[in-house]
């Protein structure tokens, strides 16, 4: 996300909080405005290869980059953002060319961006606001020119449109720009895009669905989704005065993945980075925790479909994904059983047939059929230092139906 408070501006100067504006008055002189902050955003810290290295390290097979956010400012030097980009104001650096050179050489990530539609504040924003989405200024003049210019200069293969300001996709020209970006654009044959392209248009039309935010259904969807959520629980940018407490800690955030992709969908996991371009330690331990248990049980989650059943129908926790090739099913279980068996309810084995693995455990696994279906897996005897990983394990599951 963003260098700048972009969050604190419409709780400081729309919703006028008490706790922000006092804060503001207190820790700023008098008539600092919300553009006195640009030249405090200074990157100095900012190394793109360094941000390259942890995202690789990450397991993650996508990035994508808040070129844009709702306050306007922009992360490239943006003709259409006069004086209120980074490379004109701050830390006169684009920040979106540094960190797609460095993705793209250094990584085999896909490179995204993400970038709002409308602005809180803007004045062309407001005057189209109040003709009722009559005048298209806004459009025309800023947010329309910023996504060809976006596109064209920097080739994103994922495009991640939000803020539609309550106004319909006709005001934003969303068929004809993706029209361009589908048949015409330099990333035509690449790219994706998600929902968020006016009002009504959420989880309803897009190459993928958002729904809303840190959207997590628990059942399976007919239409390829994502699950856009935050490490930090209570924000999207980068909160100096955040505790412990409010970070999701790895083996909830293994949950989530694990969830999501057994549903069907992505999981997009948001760091807010520093003012100075620094991630923070706090989401670097993470990111680097979750490349971990992926390098373990990476081939549970990536290139997998959804199964017959999403999550255990008798014990709770254990989630299903699905390799039709290999004819393969991982079941993921993310406490490990006391009693030394885990019960699953919805394999149907297939006597002298059916084998099982635990992931990162050397032979094979003894069980016993419940009938129908369902079977109890004897899960090895095993020590702390010999677990595969910390959190969540998967067992692989061949010749089951």
């Not at 909080?17 to 008098?30: A, D, G």
């Not at 924003?125 to 009559?134: H, I, P, R, T």
């Not at 996504?147 to 994922?158: A, D, G, M, R």
Request: with cysteine; charged share 20%; proline share 6%.
């Amino acid at each position: 996300t963003c260098g700048l408070p972009s969050f604190t501006l419409w709780y400081w100067q729309k919703e006028k909080r008490q706790p922000y504006v006092k804060f503001m008055e207190t820790n700023y002189p008098p008539g600092f405005s919300y553009e006195d902050f640009g030249p405090l955003f200074t990157a100095e810290f900012f190394d793109a290869n360094q941000w390259a290295d942890i995202l690789k390290a990450s397991g993650a097979k996508y990035v994508v980059l808040t070129s844009k956010h709702h306050e306007g400012f922009t992360l490239w030097g943006s003709k259409y953002s006069w004086n209120w980009n980074a490379v004109s104001v701050g830390p006169k650096r684009d920040i979106v060319a540094e960190l797609a050179t460095s993705i793209r050489n250094k990584t085999d990530l896909h490179f995204g961006l993400y970038h709002s539609l409308f602005e809180w504040f803007n004045p062309l924003f407001l005057y189209d606001a109040s003709n009722v989405f009559k005048t298209r200024q806004f459009p025309t003049a800023k947010s329309l020119p910023e996504l060809y210019e976006i596109v064209t200069k920097y080739q994103p293969e994922i495009l991640w449109s939000d803020g539609n300001g309550n106004a319909p996709d006709t005001y934003w020209n969303s068929t004809g720009f993706l029209a361009w970006l589908y048949n015409d654009s330099p990333v035509r044959d690449t790219v994706v895009t998600n929902d968020r392209w006016g009002v009504g248009s959420i989880c309803k039309h897009g190459g993928y669905y958002t729904c809303s935010d840190r959207y997590n259904p628990g059942h399976l969807l007919p239409h390829k989704w994502e699950n856009c959520m935050t490490i930090d629980k209570w924000s999207w940018g980068y909160r100096r005065n955040a505790q412990l407490s409010d970070y999701l800690t790895t083996e909830e955030l293994i949950k989530q993945l694990v969830e999501t992709v057994s549903c069907g969908g992505n999981l997009l996991m948001n760091i807010g980075p520093t003012h100075d371009g620094r991630i923070d330690v706090i989401f670097q331990e993470r990111l680097r925790q979750m490349g971990d248990w992926l390098r373990v049980n990476g081939e549970a989650i990536y290139g997998t479909k959804p199964w017959r059943t999403q999550n255990d129908t008798v014990t709770p926790g254990v989630w299903y994904t699905f390799k039709p090739k290999e004819e393969t099913v991982y079941a993921i279980f993310l406490k490990w059983p006391i009693s030394g068996t885990l019960v699953l309810g919805d394999p149907k084995t297939i006597i002298g047939e059916t084998q099982v693995k635990l992931i990162g455990h050397k032979g094979q696994l003894k069980w016993v059929s419940l009938g129908e279906k369902g079977m109890t897996v004897a899960v090895p005897q095993l020590t702390p230092n010999q677990l595969p990983c910390q959190w969540g394990w998967t067992l692989q599951l061949t010749n089951v139906k």
